[in-house]
């Protein structure tokens, strides 16, 4: 079955890289994208930005300059590289799978996220 | 980029209660809405894509409704297991998730 695990650092000093991996089973990375969503402590979710199956990426504009989203299909891994990191970039990481009908797209699969705390 | 405004931002209700959730969008979203269901300490479920359908092994108490701007999600019965945070996301142009609405019980 279709699975997804974020794994990384649990703790970012201010204006450091944040690096994280995503690992996924039960699909080719080949003929689905990932995508990146990311959820401060009791706030809202926030699209980061994705990998398609043809390697294209897409970012969220407020994020763009310091985002980096890329991935290895021989290891079936995506990785999300954040620099300039600052306290309100501390949240929940996940990475998701998107599920197409011929009229919609939704995040249909995640992982169970991975908490990243920005603090010196 | 397109803005998503969720109301109200806390909704406490009775068991049995009919309960209305809105979202709206800074431009047309041509029905391109979904609805999400988050319970504490748990990744986004999906229930409703395209503004109204329902997602396979979502009860019937849950629809959504609207057109260009303006969405809903209506629960019919409230019941206990509903209480939970509801986000809309919308996908005309690339992803913007609403801030949500944290659902709970009077």
């Known amino acids: 079955q279709v699975q997804l695990k974020e794994s990384g650092p649990g703790l970012v000093q201010p204006s450091q890289t944040l690096s994280l991996t995503c690992t996924v089973s039960g699909f080719s990375l080949t003929s689905y994208d990932v995508h990146w969503v990311r959820q401060p402590p009791g706030k809202g979710l926030e699209w980061m930005g994705g990998i398609w199956g043809d390697g294209s990426t897409a970012y969220n504009s407020a994020l763009k300059s310091r985002l980096s989203i890329s991935r290895d299909t021989s290891k079936s891994q995506v990785f999300l590289k954040m620099n300039s990191l600052q306290t309100e970039d501390t949240a929940i990481y996940f990475c998701t799978r998107l599920m197409y009908t011929t009229d919609s797209n939704w995040f249909a699969y995640w992982g169970q996220g991975t908490l990243v705390t920005v603090s010196s | 980029d397109i803005q998503m405004t969720q109301s109200p931002s806390l909704l406490s209700a009775s068991v049995g209660d009919r309960v209305t959730l809105s979202c709206k969008a800074s431009q047309n979203i041509y029905k391109y809405l979904n609805w999400y269901q988050q319970k504490l300490g748990e990744a986004p479920k999906l229930l409703i894509y395209y503004t109204n359908s329902l997602q396979t092994g979502i009860p019937s108490r849950f629809s959504g409704s609207g057109s260009g701007t303006d969405y809903t999600l209506t629960i019919s019965s409230l019941q206990p297991e509903d209480v939970a945070t509801y986000f809309c996301?919308?996908?005309?142009?690339?992803?913007?998730f609403g801030a949500g609405t944290k659902l709970e019980l009077k």
């Open positions: 996301q919308q996908y005309n142009s690339w992803y913007t």
